[in-house]
């Protein structure tokens, strides 16, 4: 998929003006949101629980290479394969050469978002073969030709009318206006899908090393249907997703599913080891497992970054944040969006293009609240404006213009003593009346007017908080 990091200013703007957007966001708060803070609170000793699971995460990834060695020696002692890639054309390239060596001509995919980083379904359309996306909403957007809205709810930007209009246009179904309806539609043209397809690729909630078992987490149990119906069985996963032991994937799975939907557990919990053996009733003769790196290793990398190697990808984040929910997953412009998009997506794209994520913060900290592993989201939202403000660590990224060097000298200066600040506010107030206000703002050439232009700028007080203070 082709990053369009760079316009989230514009794609942002679109999105707050669009009315459709707006009333669809409105139900993350009151669905998963509360959803998320009752299972939570209905979990016995859950601080507990995220210490423990963020523990594991932080234990893997700093032992990265020995797991991944494990899970490659115990995938392959099951009967499996695994390939490791270094970026996306290498990933992409082995399942496409995998295909069409093996003469498939149909693929039926369970959500999986490295897929989506790599841009399969194209790659795999060029190459002549057919990739159906199975999961309800990924298979909305798909037929859409959209990007995933939300981690975990892909298509939650579409109401049932957009849905039914999509239906009546790609599949020439009847005009429905009932969920069930549209679901069972969903269901009758994918049902045909699983049985004519050659291969299933996947996604991986976990891989669990000690074992080299696949665990999916599905509502639809189309998950279950792609690793066991097709001959062959493709898993594509992060390098971030292995856990140590099945005990710890018991841990991070109560973190993940309470946090994704507020379920005690989901419809489907898959695990997958290796293909079919000789007494199997079922399952695909091969199994392919891609781990994929694609700058991953720069997050590993910085000792800053790391901690964004813990997320469990549930959503947790997006829900809570207030930016989020105004300006929608489409703004971010790549397929990871809210507060962890804006960590990872210019990590593993490229910071100079998405210089507008980090700022996408309100820094509340709801996101880190929200974390199942507690991950210090806004600390390296922070971390990466300082690069992009002084580019210690990423020079070539650096952005800072020195209009704004200069303002933040003068800035530093001005708040470095109460003399200092007093003769600041003074001249605040005597130039205040000369900038424009919010309604003014988009014509005028003032150096404020992108920042006025949604919120008001705060009147300058005649008596600082510091005389306040002392009476
Ligand atoms: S950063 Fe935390 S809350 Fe956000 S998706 Fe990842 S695990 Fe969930």
Redesign the pocket.
């Known amino acids: 998929m082709q990053p369009k990091t760079k316009e989230f200013n514009e794609a942002s703007s679109v999105a707050l003006e669009d009315e459709k957007i707006q009333a669809n966001l409105l139900g993350l708060y009151g669905g998963f949101h509360q959803a998320r803070l009752d299972a939570s609170g209905a979990t016995p000793n859950w601080a507990a629980l995220q210490e423990r699971g963020r523990a594991i995460k932080a234990h893997t990834i700093e032992n990265l290479d020995i797991y991944l060695r494990m899970v490659e020696e115990n995938v392959r002692r099951a009967g499996g394969k695994v390939f490791f890639a270094k970026d996306s054309d290498e990933a992409t390239r082995y399942v496409t050469d995998l295909a069409q060596s093996k003469g498939v001509k149909t693929v039926v995919k369970s959500k999986s978002m490295v897929s989506e980083e790599m841009g399969l379904n194209e790659r795999l359309e060029e190459a002549g073969i057919e990739s159906v996306e199975t999961d309800l909403g990924e298979y909305i957007i798909q037929l859409a030709g959209e990007a995933p809205f939300h981690?975990i709810a892909p298509a939650i930007h579409k109401s049932r009318e957009d849905v039914s209009e999509l239906f009546e246009d790609k599949l020439n179904a009847p005009h429905y206006t009932d969920i069930d309806d549209l679901t069972q539609e969903a269901r009758r043209q994918l049902r045909q899908k699983f049985i004519a397809a050659d291969m299933g690729i996947t996604g991986a909630n976990f891989v669990v090393a000690e074992t080299g078992t696949l665990v999916l987490v599905t509502n639809e149990g189309n998950g279950r249907m792609c690793t066991s119906m097709p001959r062959i069985h493709v898993a594509i996963t992060g390098m971030e997703k292995v856990v140590p032991s099945l005990e710890d994937m018991g841990i991070m799975l109560r973190l993940l599913i309470r946090?994704a939907t507020g379920q005690r557990i989901s419809s489907y919990v898959t695990t997958v080891t290796g293909p079919r053996l000789s007494d199997d009733e079922d399952g695909p003769e091969e199994f392919h497992l891609v781990i994929v790196d694609n700058g991953r290793s720069r997050l590993l990398a910085d000792p800053q970054l790391r901690e964004a190697l813990?997320?469990?990808?549930?959503?947790?984040?997006?829900n809570a944040c207030p930016v989020y929910r105004k300006v929608g997953g489409h703004s971010y412009g790549w397929v990871y969006p809210?507060?962890?998009g804006a960590i990872v997506s210019p990590m593993l794209t490229n910071l100079s293009d998405a210089k507008d994520l980090p700022y996408a913060s309100s820094l509340c900290g709801a996101?880190k609240e929200?974390?199942?592993?507690k991950?210090n989201?806004p600390r390296m939202l922070l971390y990466l404006r300082h690069q992009l403000a002084e580019g210690k660590e990423y020079p070539e990224h650096k952005t800072s213009t020195a209009r704004e060097r200069i303002a933040m000298k003068a800035w530093r200066i001005a708040a470095s003593t109460p003399f200092t600040m007093s003769i600041a506010n003074k001249l605040g107030r005597l130039i205040q009346p000369l900038m424009p206000d919010g309604a003014q703002s988009g014509k005028s050439s003032s150096p404020l007017a992108a920042w006025t232009r949604y919120r008001a700028m705060p009147k300058l007080s005649a008596r600082p908080f510091r005389k306040r203070w002392k009476m």
Do not use: E, F, K, T
């Open positions: 981690i946090s813990y997320c469990l990808r549930c959503g947790a984040c997006l809210g507060p962890i996101c929200a974390c199942p592993v991950i989201l």
